[in-house]
């Protein structure tokens, strides 16, 4: 009698077929989800970029942005399930593991419970903008009021250089991870036709490159910020992208990077769709 068969077909196997269902939903929900907040941010960036400045370019801003248009009440309630669905689906690889050959290393899980963390706050905020609660201040206040408080603690310096340190060596992984189309390990590429894989692969070097500057940057003012003890030189996603306009490039490496961050969000619908989970 073949055991193997009966328990793939009873209950335990029912059980991991419905957990895998459910981990896929929530995965697709939430890779949209970041992909509507990074396509928001960077067409907020490039009005920016071209004089338009009245808007905050970060998670705020495009939730500002949504709210505005019709039906946006419903948009932003399900911009926040979606982002829901993207911290079930951490949690989810953090407990049970993800795909591929390291998928159960201690390393993987803890990236993903880290991922988890993140994404649960950054969608009780957006919940909380949709109930009303103005959940989502802006990210340069943000960033302020946690290195104020961080640079009060004792060898408070010291945390915050080695937390921007952190988030520059993040950004030039990331940067460097899409520049090796590392995602390609990721993705179901024989289900594309060879111009939809031209076309992720595009918008995944290009918009990886964007994000891990952006990354970069944000981190390079961290580190400054502990090193002149000033909270104030931190900053969030809004003053890191305009900073871009500050340098001697001018607004066109702000047009770049801005450009960058919409083409990261159609990067993320394309994980959406063909991603392994």
Partial sequence: ???????????????????????????????????????????????????????????????????????????LWALGVGLVGMALWRLSEALFGSVGQDGRSVKKRLAALARCVFYTFVAYSVLSFAAGSGGASSSDKQSRDVTAE???????????????????VAGGWIGAR??????????KLGEMSRSVRRLVDTTSVAGGVARGLVFVAAGAFAIRAAVEYEPDKAKGMDDTLRSFADTPAGPWLLVCVATGLVLFGVFSFAMARWRKV
Avoid: C, H
Wanted: aromatic letters at 4%; charged letters at 20%; zero cysteines.
């Fill in 150 to 168: 961080a640079l009060d603690l004792p060898a408070g310096q010291w945390l915050v250089g080695a937390a921007g340190a952190a988030i520059v």
């Fill in 178 to 187: 899409a520049v090796l189309r590392r995602y390609r390990r990721e993705l």
């Fill in 1 to 75: 009698m073949n055991t193997t068969a009966v328990t793939r077909s009873g209950p335990i196997g029912g059980r991991r077929t419905a957990r895998g269902s459910l981990t896929r939903g929530a995965a697709r929900a939430g890779l949209t989800a970041r992909g509507v907040i990074y396509l928001l941010v960077g067409v907020l960036a490039l009005q920016i970029a071209f004089g338009d400045g009245g808007k905050q370019a970060d998670r705020s801003g495009a939730l500002d942005e949504l709210s505005g248009k019709p039906f946006g009440a419903v948009l």
